[in-house]
């Protein structure tokens, strides 16, 4: 039986308090010398992304123990797959910014309920500044003890868009695509659930992650929080993103908007993406 709103907005009172607590600890590692250890020639992790994944798996399991559970650090066992509803954790997405001390860094949460991103929270423990958002029951930005209405823009001109774009994985192919939009206007930002989350709150109104390293705890809960706020994500062709497979990853990246002229912007990107393979 799905969950009605009552309920998911019971659940994210809950990871109000729990995602701040992850953030107490990572921020208690920040103030410290980051010891870094590589899973892969690009992929980083420190002391803290696994403390605070110890903290948050331990914290799911035990509030919620009938549902499935991925983690960026933990062992995916494809338990999860035989559940209709599974937690996607990052217990800390930006760990390169972590690394270089800019601040742009998060704990993200997100909730699949059979196959679609249901409910998410993002935080940047640096800012105190948490996003919290499922569709149909609310989409907000708390700032400290301040809260506002997440809202994406109404521009509907591609070439007014203001793209977002990574700090650490800027991609060529990128700069192609917004040259063939007319995009002038970028803006850098770390993390991807704060990059989304930009567009949520109506300061960027796109995001483009062609490649296929983004994880399922990428981009979980910057989708529940951006679709409750009225944008979209897809995957760079513009078909739904893939959360019940045994794969973690991505394949066809990311493409994440305020939701006007997405379709058109599908187009160009794969344009792009067909002279690139000639």
């Not at 217990?91 to 972590?98: I, L």
Request: with cysteine; charged share 30%.
């Amino acid at each position: 039986m799905a969950l009605t709103n009552n309920e998911k907005n019971d659940i994210l009172d809950w990871l109000t308090q729990t995602i701040r607590e992850a953030g107490a600890i990572v921020l208690k590692y920040y103030a410290q010398t980051a010891e870094v250890e590589w899973k892969t020639p690009t992929e980083p992790v420190t002391a803290a992304d696994k403390a605070s994944n110890e903290f948050l798996v331990e914290k799911l399991r035990k509030e919620f123990p009938d549902y499935g559970l991925l983690a960026e650090e933990s062992r995916d066992d494809h338990s999860r797959l035989e559940k209709e509803l599974i937690w996607m954790v990052d217990p800390m997405d930006g760990t390169k910014e972590f690394i270089s001390r800019n601040g742009e860094f998060s704990v993200m949460i997100g909730l699949v309920e059979q196959g679609r991103p249901v409910l998410g929270a993002v935080y940047q423990p640096t800012e105190d500044r948490l996003y919290l958002g499922a569709k149909g029951v609310k989409a907000e930005l708390w700032q400290a003890t301040e809260a506002r209405e997440l809202r994406v823009s109404e521009r509907d001109e591609v070439a007014s868009f203001r793209l977002v774009v990574s700090r650490s994985h800027l991609e060529p192919v990128v700069d192609d695509i917004r040259e063939r939009l007319g995009i002038g206007e970028i803006r850098q930002s770390g993390s991807v659930g704060l990059k989304c989350g930009l567009i949520a709150r109506d300061e960027c109104d796109l995001y483009i992650h062609p490649s296929h390293h983004t994880k399922l705890w990428d981009s979980c809960a910057p989708q529940a929080i951006l679709e409750a706020a009225g944008g979209t994500m897809t995957d760079i062709y513009g078909k739904p993103l893939e959360y019940t497979g045994e794969s973690v990853q991505n394949l066809s990246g990311m493409l994440a908007s305020n939701g006007h002229q997405h379709e058109q912007i599908v187009e160009t990107i794969e344009e792009v993406m067909r002279m690139q393979t000639v």
